[in-house]
Each structure stands twice: as structure tokens, then as C-alpha cells.
């Protein structure tokens, strides 16, 4: 069964920059059908569309979130990576990597994982 | 950016039917129909429900469905079951190749 899975320090310090890649074993991240993102949920809060990339490169971004976000994708390891600099508080959250069909949803879902920002 | 407002809750008998609304603007749920919905029990991942504002992906029960007037788009939740109880997003594609959620409702079930 697909599923894809997030890893990555669970605390960063403030202003320092948050690091997480999420891989995709079972499935090509290649695959031309998909892109895939990530999202976010402060605990106890509601969901924030992060960002997304395509195989190719392709990426886009929350606009606000963008001068502060970098999504990379690594095809030779099947996996895509999210960076997000200038941390503070206000990021603390739990962090999910997702499968995107391009405008229409977002079809699969990783367990998530928590970062907190905190010194 | 804004997100798409929803009631902050739901509640209904078991056997009952609901609906959660989620309003948008001329810049997503208004102008697309790529309206999607969500899923979330506590501590689990969001699990999708509708896609493209009326599509179940396989192995949705039938009594979810959705639909779509104007900026406002619909969840409902039919011969409601304890199970039924959970947070739920609604999703929209919005203009310059960006995403938005709603605000979220709790669901609960009598």
C-alpha cells in the first residue's frame, strides 16, 4: 500500500531553518500524473497549504509563505525535501507531506510529523 | 492568504443528515470546481472524501457527498454514524496555481 512518510528533526531553534523530506516508497515520484506538496496544522489549529513540486522542478508556492519556503525534489532518491527558513514560533506544527492531482486534491497523506520551534 | 470560511461546528443525531458549508470567493470556490474535502479523526491524518467538488474516491461511504452554488461549497453527511465524528476541511484550487482550506468544522455526534 502506498504511503508516503515524513522525517526530519522535531525541534529547530528560532530563526534557524526547518528541514523535512518526505519519501514515497511504492510509488514513482517520477510518475507524470502527480505533484506533491505539503501542508501544515498548528496543534489544535487548521490546516495551511504549504507549497508543492512537480518531478520536473516545477514548484509553487502558498504566496504567504513564499519568501520563506524552498521545496527541492530528488528523483534518483524518490523523495522531496521542504525548507523553511527564519523560524519562529508561529511555525510550531505538525507538518504533512501529501500526493497532489494538480487542482483537484490532495489523495494521500503521510502520518505527519511535529516541529517545534523553540530555543 | 484567506482561508474558505466554515461553521466552527455540526452536530446531528445518529441517522440524521448535515451539511457543512464552505464559502470562498470569485478567486477559488466560486470560479473552479476543484473543491475537495477532508477527513480528520484526532491525531490522524487528513483523509480525502470528495474530490472535484462531487466525487467520492473509491471506498467513501455513499452517505458523504458534495456539491457546489455560486462561492459556496457543501458537505453532506448522511445516516450519520458515531464514526462520523471528526474535523472536516474543505479545499480549493485558487487562482495563481495556489491552494486554500477552510477554517474547519467539528463534527459531532449526538
Known amino acids: 500500500q502506498l504511503q508516503l512518510q515524513e522525517s526530519g528533526p522535531g525541534l529547530v531553534k528560532p530563526s534557524e531553518t526547518l528541514s523535512l523530506t518526505c519519501t514515497v516508497p511504492?510509488?514513482?515520484?517520477?510518475?507524470?500524473?502527480?505533484?506533491w506538496g505539503w501542508i501544515r496544522q498548528p496543534p489544535g489549529k487548521g490546516l495551511e497549504y504549504i507549497g508543492s513540486?512537480?518531478?520536473?522542478?516545477?514548484?509553487y508556492y502558498n504566496p504567504s509563505l513564499k519568501s520563506r519556503v524552498t521545496i527541492s525534489v530528488d528523483t534518483s532518491k524518490n523523495r522531496f525535501s521542504l525548507k523553511l527558513s527564519s523560524v519562529s514560533a508561529a511555525d510550531t506544527a505538525f507538518y504533512y507531506c501529501?500526493?497532489?492531482?494538480?487542482?483537484?486534491?490532495?489523495?494521500?497523506w503521510g502520518q505527519g510529523t511535529l516541529v517545534t520551534v523553540s530555543s | 492568504q484567506s482561508a474558505l470560511i466554515q461553521p466552527a461546528s455540526v452536530s446531528g443525531s445518529p441517522g440524521q443528515s448535515i451539511t457543512i458549508s464552505c464559502t470562498g470567493t470569485?478567486?477559488?470556490?466560486?470560479?473552479?470546481?476543484?473543491v475537495s474535502w477532508y477527513q480528520q479523526h484526532p491525531g490522524e491524518a487528513p483523509k480525502l472524501m470528495i474530490y472535484?467538488?462531487?466525487n467520492r474516491p473509491s471506498g467513501v461511504s455513499i452517505r458523504f457527498s458534495g456539491s457546489k452554488s455560486g462561492d459556496t461549497a457543501s458537505l453532506t453527511i448522511s445516516g450519520l454514524q458515531a464514526e462520523d465524528e471528526a474535523d472536516y476541511y474543505c479545499?480549493?484550487?485558487?487562482?495563481?496555481?495556489?491552494?486554500?482550506f477552510g477554517t474547519g468544522t467539528k463534527v459531532t455526534v449526538l
Open positions: 513540486i512537480y518531478y520536473s522542478g516545477i514548484t
Open positions: 472535484d467538488v462531487s
Open positions: 470569485n478567486s477559488d470556490v466560486g470560479v473552479y470546481n476543484y
Open positions: 479545499n480549493s484550487y485558487r487562482s495563481g496555481n495556489t491552494y486554500v
Open positions: 511504492g510509488a514513482s515520484i517520477s510518475s507524470p500524473s502527480y505533484y
Open positions: 501529501a500526493r497532489l492531482i494538480w487542482r483537484e486534491a490532495f489523495d494521500l
